[in-house]
C-alpha cells in the first residue's frame, strides 16, 4: 500500500514543501530511502523502526518499505522527516485510520522511545507553509511557544508519537498553539552598559548616537583602555526597538543556526555579536557543509562589533564588502547557494599602530613609520569607504574620569534616535528602506537636496579630501541623519561639515 504524508525542509531562510512517500510490499524486509537523502535521513529508519516498536499498540510492519522523498533532485538534510515518516508508515499498514493527511504538515524528530525532538527552524517552515496555502501542521512540542508567533495557521504541538497518532484518529483531543501577542512580551530592557557610565568621549557619544539613528557604519580608533570596547557596548542601548516585522527575521536566522531560546521563542532585543579576531571566514559570513549563516547574518537588525579589526584575518574582512553595501550576503557552496539577509551596524575598534600610541597626546608612539603603514594597511580601502563615521577616541582626562557628575544617560539618548527614525519611517514609507543608512542612490536627489553653499562645501571635501563616488554618498547619508536629529527638514552647512568630520582620519592615518 502507498501512503503520501507532506513535510517541508529549509533551503536558506526558505521552506519548501517536501513530499514523503511510503510504499510497502511483500518481499523480503527491508527499509530504503530514495530522493536525495542526507545521513540523518538515511539513518532515520532506525529511530523510525525503534519508536513505533518502542510505542505501545503499534507495530512496526515486516514488509519491504519504500520512502521517496520528492521533489528528488533537490538535497534533503536533518532529521525534519522523522516523524512524517512514521506517520506514512502507520498510515500505509492502517494503523492510523485518517484519510486526510494532505491537509496536514508534519514535522519532527523522533528519539527511540517514540518522544518528539525539537527542530531548527520551525519560523521559516510555517512562514514557509502559510504562504504556500496550508493551513494545518503538526510540529514538536518544545517548538510551540517560537510558532506560536505565527498567525494566520493552525499549529499542533506534541510530545509522543503516540499522542498524534491519537489525534489523527480522533482518539483524544489536542488544542491548537495558542497565538502570543508580540507587544505582551516585548522586553525594553537591555542587558548592556549605559551611556551614564562612560566619562568624557562626548565625540564618540555624539558619533554613535548619530549611528544608532541613521543605521551608519562606525569606527573608532584609539590608544589601549581609552574606552572603545565600552562605547561599543553601551551602543545597544540606545538603539530603537525592534518591530515585530524584524523581529520574524531575525528569530528565522536564529532559529536555523539553533541557537534560539526555546522558552522565549523569538529575538526581543538587537543581536550584539561580538566574534574573537581569530574566527574563520567561515565563521563570520556563513557556510559550511550545509550553508549555515554566520556572525554576519546573526547580527541581522543589530549590532556586529569587531574589536581590534586589523587583527581580524584579510579575508575575513574583505567578506563584509557584499553585506555593507547590499544589505546580504551570498553563501555559495556546492550543495546550494544561499542568500541570507544582512543588515547590521558594524561597530569596529582598532589601535592606530602595533604599540597603540600613534597620535596620542599623552603616551609616544615607539613603532616606526614602516610598521605603522603596514598594521593601518590591514584595512583596505574599499573596507574603510563602506565605514561612514571615523572617530579618533583618546585617553580620557583625570578630571573627567574623577568627575561625579552624571553623564546623559542611554535613554535620553534613545529618546532622540528613535524621533529621528520616526522622521524616516515617515520619509520611506512604502518602501523597503527603514533608515538613511539604507538609502539607494535613486533617493538622493529627493531626500539629499543641497544648496549652493553645501554644494560648494562638498566639491571642496571631495577635491581635498580624494572622495570616491561612494564615500561623496556616505557623507550626504550622515548629513541627512545629522539633520534629523537636529529636526530640520533641508540638509544645511553645519550638518555638512559635522558629515565631513567623520572622514577626515582618512588623510590623517591612511594618506
Not at 35 to 45: F, N
Not at 99 to 110: F, Q, R
Not at 114 to 134: M, T, V
Amino acid at each position: 500500500m502507498i501512503s503520501k504524508v507532506l513535510s517541508y525542509g529549509l533551503m536558506g531562510i526558505n521552506g519548501y514543501k517536501v513530499e514523503v512517500e511510503i510504499d510497502i510490499n511483500n518481499g523480503l524486509p527491508g527499509y530504503e530511502v530514495v530522493g536525495l537523502a542526507d545521513t540523518a535521513i538515511k539513518e532515520s529508519k532506525e529511530r523510525v523502526k525503534s519508536a513505533i516498536k518502542n510505542t505501545s499498540l503499534l507495530d512496526f510492519p515486516k514488509y519491504k518499505i519504500v520512502v521517496n522523498l520528492a521533489p528528488a533532485d533537490t538535497k534533503k538534510e536533518g532529521a525534519y522527516y522523522d516523524l512524517p515518516i512514521a506517520i506514512g508508515i502507520l498510515r500505509a499498514t492502517d494503523q492510523i485510520k485518517n484519510e486526510n493527511l494532505k491537509d496536514y504538515i508534519i514535522i519532527g524528530e523522533l528519539s527511540l522511545n517514540g518522544d518528539i525532538r525539537k527542530i531548527n527552524g520551525i519560523l521559516p517552515i510555517l512562514i514557509s507553509s502559510r504562504e504556500a496555502g496550508f493551513k494545518k501542521v503538526i510540529i514538536p512540542y518544545e517548538n510551540a511557544k517560537e510558532a506560536s508567533f505565527i498567525e494566520g495557521i493552525e499549529t499542533y504541538a506534541f510530545k509522543t508519537l503516540k499522542d498524534v497518532v491519537n489525534f489523527l484518529n480522533g482518539e483524544e483531543n489536542f488544542d491548537k498553539v495558542e497565538i502570543t501577542n508580540f507587544e505582551t512580551i516585548k522586553n525594553t530592557s537591555i542587558v548592556c552598559d549605559d551611556f551614564a557610565l562612560v566619562k568624557g568621549q562626548y565625540n564618540a557619544k555624539r558619533a554613535l548616537e548619530i549611528a544608532a539613528a541613521g543605521g551608519h557604519n562606525m569606527l573608532m580608533i584609539g590608544p589601549p583602555g581609552s574606552g572603545k570596547t565600552m562605547l561599543a557596548r553601551c551602543f545597544p542601548s540606545i538603539l530603537p526597538d525592534m518591530s515585530f516585522e524584524e523581529a520574524l527575521e531575525v528569530t528565522k536566522i536564529h532559529s536555523i543556526a539553533g541557537i534560539l531560546d526555546s522558552n522565549t521563542g523569538i529575538i526581543v532585543n538587537r543581536p550584539f555579536r561580538s566574534p574573537h579576531h581569530t574566527a574563520t571566514t567561515v565563521a563570520l559570513a556563513g557556510g559550511g557543509r550545509t550553508a549555515k549563516p554566520g556572525e554576519i547574518s546573526l547580527a541581522h537588525n543589530g549590532v556586529l562589533f569587531l574589536d581590534e579589526m586589523p587583527e581580524y584575518s584579510r579575508t575575513s574582512v574583505e567578506a563584509m564588502r557584499q553585506p555593507l553595501e547590499d544589505g546580504i550576503i551570498t553563501v555559495a557552496r556546492n550543495a546550494q547557494t544561499v542568500d541570507y539577509p544582512a543588515r547590521f551596524n558594524l561597530i569596529a575598534s582598532m589601535n592606530p599602530c602595533p604599540c597603540g600610541y600613534y597620535g596620542s597626546k599623552k603616551v609616544e608612539c615607539k613603532c616606526t613609520a614602516s610598521q605603522i603603514h603596514k598594521y593601518l594597511n590591514k584595512l583596505s580601502g574599499p573596507i574603510m569607504d563602506r565605514i561612514d563615521l571615523h572617530v579618533e577616541v583618546d585617553n580620557v582626562d583625570y578630571d573627567d574620569l574623577s568627575s561625579t557628575r552624571l553623564e546623559e544617560s542611554s535613554s535620553t539618548i534613545k529618546e532622540r534616535v528613535n524621533k529621528a527614525r520616526q522622521i524616516q519611517a515617515e520619509r520611506f514609507k512604502g518602501t523597503n528602506i527603514y533608515n538613511n543608512a539604507s538609502m539607494t542612490n535613486k533617493m538622493f536627489n529627493k531626500f539629499c537636496k543641497l544648496d549652493e553653499e553645501c554644494k560648494l562645501i562638498m566639491k571642496m571635501a571631495f577635491e581635498n579630501y580624494n572622495l570616491t563616488a561612494r564615500a561623496n554618498n556616505r557623507i550626504l547619508k550622515v548629513a541627512r541623519t545629522i539633520a534629523d536629529l537636529d529636526n530640520s527638514e533641508d540638509i544645511k552647512s553645519n550638518h555638512i561639515l559635522e558629515a565631513i568630520s567623520y572622514r577626515a582620519l582618512d588623510n590623517k592615518y591612511w594618506v
